[in-house]
C-alpha cells in the first residue's frame, strides 16, 4: 500500500496508463538568424495561446468557470509583454528560442517558488507548466492524447499539468495518482471538479508502476494498491458501491432545510475565496457564504485591488447568492499569508505578528477602501462584514467607527448601501474567546474559526508537522473553548456560526449541536454530507453524548467516543 495526499473523494479502480516525462533537452546554441528565431518562438507563442484558449473553452463548457480560470491564468501570463519581450532579448543576444524560453520562465519560477506562500508556489508551477508547454512546442513533441484513453484507466503521473487534466473525459478515467501536488494544486482542484478520486504526492509512484496493472485510489483515506492481493480488491469493490450508494442518498437533500432529527432549524453556509466559487455555493445547495475569503482577491493581483475592482468583485458574490447572506471577512494577511506588494515586514512569529486586522487598522486608509467597497456591495443583498483575528474589543470598536464614518461619506454622496449592514468578528484566538461575553456586547454575530483557534489555544504552529500531532480541535481545551464561545454568543442573543473546518467534520458536527450552534459554514462540496449528519441528531440525544465527552481527558479518549458513538451516513 501506498500512502499520499488524499485530494479528491471516492474509490477508483482500474487500469494504470503511466504518464511519462518528455524529454526536453536541447541543443544549445548561438543563433545566426535573430529574426527568424523570434519568429519561431513567436509562432510556439502563439499556438500556445491558441490551444489554450481552445481548452479553457471546453474546461468552462464542461467543467466549470473555476477551472478554466487556471487556464486563463497561462494566458495571461504568457500575453504579459514582459514575459516575451525578455525572451526576445535574449534572442537578441543570439541565445536559441529554447534557452531563452528556458532562462526567462526560470526567472520566474524562482521568484514565485521562493516566497514562502502555497499561492506563490502555485503561480510557480503554471509557469512550469507554461515552459514545459512552450519547449514541448518548439521540440515538435506531441503529448498523448489523454482524451482517448479507455473507460477505467487510472491516471500515474508525475503531475498532472492543467492542460493534461483539461483532456480529462471523467467517463473514462477511473482515478488519478500523482508523485507530486498538494491539496490545493491544480491537478486537485481539478479532480475535485470532475469527481474523480485523486491521490497526489506518492513519491516514487511512476517507477513503481507499469501499465495495465490494477491500482485501487481510496481518495478519501490517501491510500493507493497496485496489483492488490488476497480479498483487497473485493473488499475495495464493496467500497466503492457503497462510496457510490452514499453519494447517491446525499442528493435526497438537495433542496431541503437544514434540520435536527427533532426538527431544530440551522443554517447551512459555505466558505469561499473568488466571487466565483458564490456559483458552487449555489449549485451545491448553500444557503448563505459565511465566510469569503477575501484575501485572494489581493493575492491574485500585482496592484492593491481598488475600491471599484473590490466593489465589482464583491457585488458579483452578493449577486450570486440571490438575497442569502454573504459574509466577507475583511483583509487577513500576514502569518502563513504574503503578499508581496505590501512589504510586509518579516518577524520572527508571524503568527503573533502584525497581521489581519492589526494591520488594516493600522493602514486604515486602506481598509476604508475595503470597508467602502464591501458597503457599496451591501446594496445589492444580504452583507455582512466580518474581522478576522480580533483579540480585543477596541478591534472591533474602532472598525465599527470606520464603517460609520463610511456611512457618512456614502449618506453625503448619495450613494445606496445596507444602512443595517452588521458588522460581527471571527473569534479564533484564545484572547477572543476569553472575552466572548464582552465581544458579543459588541458584535452582531460571531464567527468560530477553529483552524486558528486551534493553533492559539494549543500553541500549535498550523503549518507545522512536528507538532501536528497536538493540532486537533478535538483537544479537551479547544472543545471547552468552542462551548464557551457558543455559550456567550447564545446569552448575549447574537448569532453564531463556525466557518473553520471543524465545521463540517461529522464528529465535531453532534457536539455543536449540543452546544447551540446556530450556522455551520463548510466547503460547498461538504454542503449534502453536512446537512445529511446534521438530520441525523436529536439536540437531546447531541447533548448526551457531549455530556460524556466533555469529561474526558484526553483527546484520544474523545476521538474514540465520537468514532463509536458516529451514525452512518
Ligand atoms: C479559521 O481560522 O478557522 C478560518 C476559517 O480562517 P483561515 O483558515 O482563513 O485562517
Ligand atoms: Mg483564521
Known sequence: MYEGIAASRGIGIGAVCRIEEHDLTFDMHQVEDVAAEKQRLHDAVKRFKEETTEMAEDVRKRIGPKEAAILEGHLEMISDPAMVGEMDKMIDSRQCAEAAATAVCDMFINMFSSMSDELMNQRAADVRDIKTSILKLLLGIEDIDISKVAPGTVLVARDLTPSMTSQIVKENVAGIITEIGGKTSHSAI???????????????????????????????????????????????????????????????????????????????????????????????????????????????????????????????????????????????????????????????????????????????????????????????????????????????????????????????????????????????????????????????????????????????????????????????????????????????????????EAAADPLMIPLLIAFGLDEYSVNPVLVLTARCIISKWSVEEAKALADKVMELDTEKEIVDLLKASAKEL
Do not use: W
Not at 511512476?206 to 473485493?234: C, Y
Not at 467500497?239 to 446525499?250: C, N, P, V
Not at 465581544?439 to 486558528?452: P, Q
Open 190 to 500: 481539478l479532480a475535485r471538479a470532475l469527481e474523480i478520486p485523486a491521490v497526489l504526492s506518492v513519491p516514487g509512484i511512476l517507477d513503481q508502476v507499469h501499465d495495465k496493472d490494477t491500482a485501487i485510489i481510496d481518495g478519501t483515506e490517501g491510500q493507493v494498491f497496485i496489483n492488490p492481493e488476497g480479498d483487497v480488491l473485493s473488499t475495495y469493490i464493496r467500497k466503492r458501491e457503497d462510496y457510490i450508494r452514499k453519494q447517491g442518498e446525499l442528493r435526497k437533500f438537495y433542496g431541503k432545510d437544514t434540520v435536527t432529527a427533532d426538527g431544530k432549524k440551522l443554517e447551512l453556509f459555505c466558505n469561499i475565496g473568488t466571487p466565483k466559487d458564490a456559483k458552487k455555493a449555489m449549485e451545491c445547495d448553500g444557503e448563505g457564504i459565511g465566510l469569503f475569503r477575501s484575501e485572494f482577491l489581493f493575492m491574485n493581483s500585482s496592484h492593491l485591488p481598488s475600491e471599484d475592482e473590490q466593489f465589482e468583485a464583491y457585488k458579483e458574490a452578493v449577486e450570486t447568492m440571490q438575497g442569502r447572506a454573504v459574509i466577507i471577512r475583511t483583509l487577513d494577511i500576514g502569518g502563513d499569508k504574503d503578499i508581496p506588494y505590501l512589504h510586509l515586514k518579516k518577524e520572527d512569529n508571524p503568527f503573533l505578528g502584525f497581521r489581519a486586522v492589526r494591520y488594516c487598522l493600522k493602514n486604515a486608509d486602506a481598509y476604508k477602501v475595503q470597508l467602502r467597497a464591501i458597503m457599496r456591495a451591501s446594496a445589492f443583498g444580504k452583507v455582512k462584514i466580518m474581522l478576522p483575528l480580533v483579540t480585543v474589543v477596541d478591534e472591533i470598536r474602532a472598525a465599527k467607527a470606520l464603517v460609520a464614518d463610511i456611512a457618512k461619506d456614502l449618506e453625503a454622496e448619495d450613494i445606496d448601501f445596507d444602512r443595517n449592514i452588521e458588522v460581527g468578528c471571527m473569534i479564533e484566538t484564545a484572547s477572543a474567546s476569553l472575552i466572548a461575553d464582552k465581544l458579543a456586547k459588541e458584535s452582531a454575530f460571531f464567527s468560530i474559526g477553529t483552524n486558528d483557534l486551534t493553533q492559539y489555544t494549543m500553541s500549535v504552529d498550523r503549518g507545522n508537522p512536528h507538532v501536528a500531532y497536538l493540532y486537533s480541535a478535538f483537544q479537551p481545551s479547544v472543545l471547552r473553548s468552542i462551548r464557551n464561545i457558543i455559550k456567550a454568543a447564545n446569552e448575549a442573543g447574537i448569532p453564531v456560526g463556525m466557518c473553520g
